[in-house]
Structures are given as structure tokens and as C-alpha cells.
């Protein structure tokens, strides 16, 4: 599996960003032998990894973790994305999609064996 995030970039606080990840494989879709969650994670300089959000195979999702952020999926075109809006200056990471293992809704990192390289978000003035 391998996974391609992008969409980072430089913005002022306020402003948006959409982030994506594609998926090689069809792994996407909601059925059983394919359909595990999938998360946005983030680190900033210096910090641990947090989860952002989660959803699962079919849908179900958990963004509780920062409203401001929403996350969805096209399984046609096996990709996550991250709509951000209202950025703050905190928001400032290196965002990562990764792939659980499992299919319900998770926010251990240890849950999720496939991860991303990663895409710069910077928020300032």
C-alpha cells in the first residue's frame, strides 16, 4: 500500500486548505476485506504525532478531535481528504494520511500500519 499526501502549503490565519491522499489499490471501498479506516494525523516541530480525524470504510466518521476540519473520502477515486478551514497559526504541522488496520474507528497510531510522507501546512501572517 502506499499512500501520497498533498495540498500543503502556506496560508494566513483564516484561510483554507484541502489536503489529499491517494491509495494505490482499491482499498477504499466499504466491504469487508478492504474497507479499514483511515486518518489524518499531524506533528508539529517538536511535538507527538495527534490524530485530526478519522473515518471508516463506509463512511462513518469521527472529527471531534478539531471541528474546524472536515474529513471525507471518494472511493472511486481511492483518496481521503481534509478540508481545513479557519487556520490557525497552531495548526502549523506536517500532515500525514495513514491506513488502519482494522475496519472501526481508531485514533491509536499503533492502529495504523500504512502512513504517508507526509505535506507541509504552515499558517502565519
Known amino acids: 500500500v502506499q499512500l501520497v499526501e498533498s495540498g500543503g502549503g502556506s496560508v494566513q490565519p483564516g484561510g483554507s486548505l484541502r489536503l489529499s491522499c491517494v491509495a494505490s489499490?482499491?482499498?477504499?471501498?466499504?466491504?469487508?476485506?478492504?474497507?479499514?479506516?483511515m486518518a489524518w494525523f499531524r506533528q508539529a516541530l517538536g511535538k507527538e504525532r495527534e490524530i485530526v480525524a478519522t473515518?471508516?470504510?463506509?463512511?462513518n466518521y469521527d472529527q471531534s478531535f478539531e471541528s474546524r476540519f472536515t474529513i471525507s473520502r471518494d472511493n472511486a477515486k481511492n483518496t481521503l481528504y481534509l478540508q481545513m478551514n479557519n487556520l490557525k497559526p497552531e495548526d502549523t504541522a506536517v500532515y500525514y494520511c495513514?491506513?488502519?488496520?482494522?475496519?472501526?474507528?481508531?485514533?491509536?497510531?499503533?492502529?495504523?500500519?500504512?502512513w504517508g510522507q507526509g505535506t507541509q501546512v504552515t499558517v502565519s501572517s
Open positions: 489499490g482499491d482499498i477504499l471501498s466499504g466491504d469487508t476485506t478492504s474497507g479499514h479506516a
Open positions: 495513514a491506513l488502519s488496520t482494522q475496519m472501526a474507528l481508531t485514533s491509536d497510531p499503533s492502529d495504523y500500519d500504512a
Open positions: 473515518i471508516t470504510g463506509i463512511g
